[in-house]
């Protein structure tokens, strides 16, 4: 099973900030997945990179995809209150068949103070 | 309408009961999904149904026992339940079992062991 290692574990910052989010693995990804929980709620697709160095943007979020394929990060640019929330890289192994089993990484725990 | 349901969105038990959780999808999927978040937040697999077909079972008593009726439902069934058991519970699913598809996840059941 891949193990994802997802940092930091907690991050609080004031609305406008700029911020960065990781997710490392010794073993390469076929592809990877950032989700987003907020309370009370199941999680959310934001994005999925399958191309090593790949960059994709959703708004103020910007997904790199490692060039080895072994690590993401996730930034998002002037932090906005309502981006409050619990992020999860998820990731399935590289090769053999994939039954569609997710690992997730261990979470961030964004807070955003107006 | 609601794409991945579950009911009930809370419950709480007392140990060595037994109790149900019910989830159903109307996005037409065949695959759907039981995971468990602990109290740290992570996220962790407990099964994978692919049309009606068990197809992950990871390292979970045999206290809990998954069941799907048809494609859009799939229901967890917990037997003497624990105080290791409390934790949030979601159900998802997804078009099928193949790698980079998108889950899709209900609003979850937090379950309280007293």
């Known amino acids: 099973t891949q193990l994802l290692e997802q940092s930091p574990q907690f991050l609080s910052i004031q609305e406008g900030e700029n911020l960065t989010v990781y997710c490392n693995s010794s073993?390469?990804?076929?592809?990877l997945q950032w989700y987003r929980q907020e309370p009370g709620e199941g999680p959310v697709l934001l994005v999925t990179?399958?191309?090593?160095?790949e960059v994709k943007k959703l708004k103020r979020l910007t997904f790199q995809f490692g060039d080895a394929r072994k690590d993401s990060s996730l930034h998002i640019t002037a932090a906005q209150p309502g981006d409050t929330g619990l992020y999860l890289c998820a990731s399935q192994n590289a090769g053999g068949t994939s039954y569609g089993k997710l690992t997730f990484g261990q979470g961030t725990i964004l807070t955003v103070h107006p | 309408d609601t794409a991945v349901s579950q009911t009930p969105k809370y419950l709480v038990t007392q140990m060595g009961n037994d109790k149900s959780i019910k989830c159903e999808q109307n996005l037409g999927h065949d695959t759907m999904y039981w995971y468990k978040q602990d109290s740290k937040k992570f996220l962790k697999i407990m099964f994978s149904y692919n049309n009606k077909e068990l197809i992950i079972n990871e390292t979970v008593p045999n206290r809990f026992s998954p069941k799907s009726p048809d494609k859009a439902h799939l229901n967890l069934h917990i037997n003497s339940l624990e105080l290791g058991d409390s934790a949030v519970y979601f159900c998802a699913s997804s078009q099928d079992i193949l790698a980079q598809e998108t889950q899709y996840f209900g609003p979850g059941t937090r379950l309280l062991v007293l």
């Open positions: 073993s390469v990804f076929s592809s």
């Open positions: 990179v399958v191309t090593g160095g």
